[in-house]
T-cell receptor, first 114, second 114 residues
Framework: AQSVAQPEDQVNVAEGNPLTVKCTYSVSGNPYLFWYVQYPNRGLQFLLKYITGDNLVKGSYGFEAEFNKSQTSFHLKKPSALVSDSALYFCAVRDNNAGNMLTFGGGTRLMVKP | NAGVTQTPKFRILKIGQSMTLQCTQDMNHNYMYWYRQDPGMGLKLIYYSVGAGITDKGEVPNGYNVSRSTTEDFPLRLELAAPSQTSVYFC?????????????FGSGTQLSVL
């Protein structure tokens, strides 16, 4: 069965510093990986996805994520954090051997302090 | 273009009461989903539908029912509310269930069962 782990419940970073939100996954087939962001009182919004190709994926709002097959990781990164980046971030994986259903991680709250 | 619309935004139920969470989308998407979000647990799939007249169980279907009479609407029914159903519920839709397809989410319904 496919699974996703986000090992940090919360990540704190100062504005202007780089940020990383960690995600590791487990699938039996080829992984299709996604990051979603949830702002307060809103639904999840798509940030970026990895399907195939370049291991560094660029997405919305200056975010990027690095796919590492050997470490089964898909960490979300941004070179310079903004206070407005403070939100709940979810990593998700879709396994083409598991009916194409998305499995979500538990979420990581990102707090960016001025 | 409203996207995915959920009503109500908040609801408090007494144990044993019933209610229907409404979800409608105006993107002509074939696939629709209901998730529940519990703190630290990510999103769990309750039910999904691949088109009008077709529904199927997800990971946590017990205590819920759905119907899909039109492409646009996908209501979720709680027949006998229990405290374990206290959660935030999200409806989502997608054009297909392809591995690279992203989901569009509604803004959620916060439900408390007391």
């Amino acid at each position: 069965a496919q699974s996703v782990a986000q090992p940090e419940d919360q990540v704190n970073v100062a504005e202007g510093n780089p940020l990383t939100v960690k995600c590791t996954y487990s699938v039996s087939g080829n992984p299709y990986l996604f990051w979603y962001v949830q702002y307060p009182n809103r639904g999840l919004q798509f940030l970026l996805k990895y399907i195939t190709g370049d291991n560094l994926v660029k997405g919305s709002y200056g975010f990027e994520a690095e796919f590492n097959k050997s470490q089964t990781s898909f960490h979300l990164k941004k070179p310079s954090a903004l206070v407005s980046d403070s939100a709940l971030y979810f990593c998700a994986v879709r396994d083409n051997n598991a009916g194409n259903m998305l499995t979500f991680g538990g979420g990581t709250r990102l707090m960016v302090k001025p | 273009n409203a996207g995915v619309t959920q009503t109500p935004k908040f609801r408090i139920l007494k144990i044993g009461q019933s209610m229907t969470l409404q979800c409608t989308q105006d993107m002509n998407h074939n696939y629709m989903y209901w998730y529940r979000q519990d703190p630290g647990m990510g999103l769990k799939l309750i039910y999904y539908s691949v088109g009008a007249g077709i529904t199927d169980k997800g990971e946590v279907p017990n205590g819920y029912n759905v119907s899909r009479s039109t492409t646009e609407d996908f209501p979720l029914r709680l027949e006998l509310a229990a405290p374990s159903q206290t959660s935030v519920y999200f409806c989502a839709s997608s054009y297909s269930r392809a591995t690279n397809e992203k989901l569009f989410f509604g803004s959620g319904t916060q439900l408390s069962v007391l």
